[in-house]
């Protein structure tokens, strides 16, 4: 019987804290997995699917290949531990050409052949089968694995198939990913759901300025999102109010500046709302001229709660090689406005002064305008 083995990071199961990571990381397996039938169990330091449609196989892989706290997987052929089954079953993952080896692990101490047989034997079974192989114990192309375990049964696999790693969604706290249209805050929300946060998403629009397709590429983005984050909901606050208050009101080169406080005094506002525990935004040191340390100074100034930044060290290079890889990519480059782009200053403070900045948002009523933009959230469950 086809079964696929799932293996998981041991190093963050450990202690007391096993059972909550684990029931974490089986329940967000499960769930990528809803459409499908099969049976799940837990073996030590490890989980199998069986009797699932193999029509299916593939897309299972991919399903569970995405979810944090996997380390790897193997597609396995389970027999009775028997050696002509074993040996048969080693045929069907062994390669054609190439240099090869087997390797076997002998739980169960009843197998009448200790393990370093089994290899040899069943690595003669597939020469024999296989002219054009070589055998190389210590530099092979590809490992034909023999697992014989404690209850009777024995898995064969051969390739060992990479998983995203890092920690099961749900086990690092919530946070609010500040999500624009752009390359950047849909990777930043891939690189927190990594290290397990579970995440809940504000966008800012300024419609009418900004079009209703703007809105839909920030939902597109969020539902790719969703494929790492498991679940999602955007919180999509209008913007306008703000903006035109702040373009009346203050110096131009402050426009975005001050746009960034409020953003960031928004989301905290709804992380607080949300039992969310941190914001993350798509910064990156420089990038731009509202991402300089004192522009980040200024923005984080107004923030009580931790504000995560996890692409700030990256390049652009290295930010589109993720977007890429986590399938963003094609959707980021769309062309849109962002609520951004209107009122753009013609010459942005590149370095605020923090004092300076207070002052000219000082004839604003802040929080008039906050609570505002609270009361008219459009939330969407993605
Ligand atoms: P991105 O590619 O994520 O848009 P960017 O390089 O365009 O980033 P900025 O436009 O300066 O950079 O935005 C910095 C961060 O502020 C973004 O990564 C995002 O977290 C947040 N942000 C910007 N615009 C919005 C918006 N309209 N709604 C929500 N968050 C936003
Ligand atoms: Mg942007």
Do not use: W
Not at 209 to 220: E, F, H, I, N, P
Not at 299 to 316: C, E, Q
């Amino acid at each position: 019987m086809k079964v696929i083995i799932i293996r998981y990071s041991e190093i963050h199961l450990k202690g007391n804290n096993r059972d909550f990571f684990e029931s974490a990381l089986i329940s967000n397996i499960k769930s990528v997995l809803r459409e499908y039938s099969y049976e799940f169990t837990r073996s030590n330091a490890r989980y199998v699917i069986r009797n699932f449609d193999e029509m299916y196989l593939d897309d299972i892989v991919d399903a569970v290949k995405n979810v944090f706290g996997v380390h790897s997987l193997s597609v396995a052929e389970e027999v009775d531990s028997v050696y002509e089954l074993i040996s048969s079953a080693a045929l069907l993952y062994a390669p054609k050409t190439g240099r090869f080896k087997v390797s076997t692990n002998r739980a169960d101490k009843r197998f009448p052949m200790p393990s370093m047989k089994i290899s040899a034997e069943i690595g003669g079974d597939i020469l024999e089968k296989n002219p054009n192989l070589t055998v190389d114990l210590f530099n092979p192309d590809y490992v034909v694995n023999i697992d014989i375990r404690e209850n009777g049964k024995t898995f064969v696999y051969g390739e060992i198939i990479k998983a995203v790693n890092g920690m099961p969604v749900g086990t690092g706290g919530k946070g609010i990913v500040m999500l624009s249209g752009g390359i950047d805050s849909p990777v930043a929300a891939y690189m927190m759901a990594k290290r397990g946060m579970s995440l809940r998403a504000v966008h800012f629009h300024s419609f009418p300025y900004t079009s209703m397709q703007a809105r839909q590429k920030v939902l597109d983005l969020a539902k790719i999102v969703k494929k790492y984050t498991l679940r999602m909901t955007v919180d999509v606050v209008s913007f306008t109010e703000i903006q035109t208050a702040i373009h009346e009101n203050c110096p131009e080169e402050y426009m975005i500046t001050i746009m960034r406080r409020f953003m960031m005094r928004i989301a905290e506002r709804i992380a607080k709302n949300t039992g969310a525990g941190a914001v993350i935004t798509g910064e990156s040191l420089g990038q731009v001229a509202s991402q300089t340390l004192e522009s980040i100074t200024s923005t984080n100034s107004v923030a009580t709660i931790p504000v995560f930044r996890p692409l700030i060290g990256f390049d652009k290079d290295e930010i589109i090689e993720i977007s890429k890889n986590i399938g963003a990519f094609e959707t980021s480059i769309l062309p849109y406005e962002d609520c951004c782009t209107i009122f753009l200053p013609k010459r942005p403070v590149t370095k605020p002064r923090l004092s300076a900045v207070q002052k000219v948002e000082s004839v604003l009523d802040v929080d008039a305008l906050v609570e505002n933009a609270l009361s008219n959230i459009e939330t969407v469950v993605v």
